[in-house]
C-alpha cells in the first residue's frame, strides 16, 4: 500500500459507522454490570461510548491525513499504527469513561483491557478493516491518478489525471487548473512548466506559458483562442500546427 485516501470526509463516516457500532455493542452486550443500571442508565452509557469511539476516529483520521500529506505515501507499518494508535485513545478515554461516576466501574485497567478492549477489537476490527478497504478502493486507478509537485513540502497536489485542465506560468510559480466536483479550481506551487511536462509527458504546450491537457480542447475561438472546459488561453504561432491536428 503506497497511497491512502486520506479524505476526512470519508473516514469522517468511518467514525460514525464505529460510533453507531459502539452504541449497539454497549447497549445489546452489555459487557459490564455494575450497581443498578436500567434502561435509561445503559442507554446513557452506551451513548457515551458511542461518542468517544468516534472522536477517537476523527483524531486518527486528522492524524493520517497529516502524515499521510507530509511523507507523500503509506505502507503496512503506517496502517498498523493507525489501528493501534485508535485503539490505545478508544482504551484510555473510555476507561476513564468507565471509571467516571456516570458509571463507578470498579475494574483496574488491566482487567478493563482484558474483559472489554480485547472484545472490542476482536469485533471491530473486522469492521473497521472492511471500511478502510472500501475508503481505499475510492481512489482512482494507480494508471489515472497523477500527482503535482514543487519545491516547497506544502506544493503537492494529487488528482484524476481526466480532471487537470491545464497549467500557466505565473513567475517563480505556476497556476494549475482542475475540476473538483465540475468546479474549476486554481493552486499555486512552485516549480516550472518545464519541469511539469517532463514529468507529465501527456500535457501539451500551446504557449510560452501554458500547458493544457487535450482532453480538455473544446474548440477555436478564433485564430489565436481556444476553448478549454470552463476557460479559454492563446495559443502562439509556434504551437499551433500541433494543436490543429488534434
Known amino acids: ?28 452486550v452489555r ?6 443500571m436500567d434502561l435509561a442508565k445503559w442507554i446513557s452509557v ?15 483520521a486528522w492524524l493520517q491525513k497529516w502524515l499521510y500529506e507530509k ?18 485513545v478508544f482504551a484510555l478515554s473510555s476507561f476513564a469513561y468507565y471509571r467516571s461516576p456516570i458509571i463507578q466501574g470498579f475494574y483496574s485497567f488491566e482487567e478493563y483491557l482484558i474483559k472489554i478492549v480485547l472484545n472490542v477489537i476482536l469485533v471491530l476490527t ?17 494508471a489515472e491518478a497523477i500527482i503535482l509537485t514543487g519545491e516547497n513540502k506544502r ?6 489525471s481526466s480532471e487537470l485542465v491545464c497549467i500557466s506560468n505565473a513567475q517563480n510559480y505556476v497556476e494549475i487548473y482542475y475540476l473538483e466536483q465540475a468546479q474549476l479550481k486554481k493552486k499555486l506551487i512552485r516549480t516550472s512548466l518545464k519541469q ?22 473544446k474548440s477555436w475561438k478564433d485564430a489565436n483562442t481556444i476553448l478549454l472546459t470552463q476557460m479559454e488561453l492563446p495559443v502562439s504561432k509556434t504551437y499551433k500546427k500541433q494543436l490543429q491536428s488534434l
Open 126 to 142: 473486522p469492521l473497521l478493516f472492511i471500511a478502510r478497504r472500501y475508503v481505499q478502493g475510492l481512489l482512482p486507478p494507480a
Open 155 to 160: 506544493d503537492r497536489l494529487m488528482l484524476k
Open 1 to 28: 500500500m503506497r497511497k491512502l485516501n486520506a479524505s476526512f470526509k470519508y473516514h469522517s463516516r468511518i467514525a460514525a459507522l464505529l460510533g453507531a457500532w459502539s452504541f449497539l455493542f454497549a447497549f445489546f
Open 196 to 217: 511539469l511536462q517532463a514529468e507529465h509527458d501527456f500535457l501539451l504546450q500551446i504557449h510560452r506559458s501554458h500547458l493544457i491537457n487535450p482532453v480538455h480542447f
Open 71 to 88: 511523507r507523500g505515501d503509506w505502507n503496512i507499518v503506517l496502517e498498523v499504527f493507525a489501528y493501534g494508535l485508535f485503539y490505545s
Open 46 to 60: 452506551s451513548l457515551g461510548y458511542s461518542l468517544l469511539a468516534f472522536l477517537s476516529y476523527l483524531l486518527l
Open 31 to 36: 459487557p459490564f454490570q455494575h450497581g443498578t
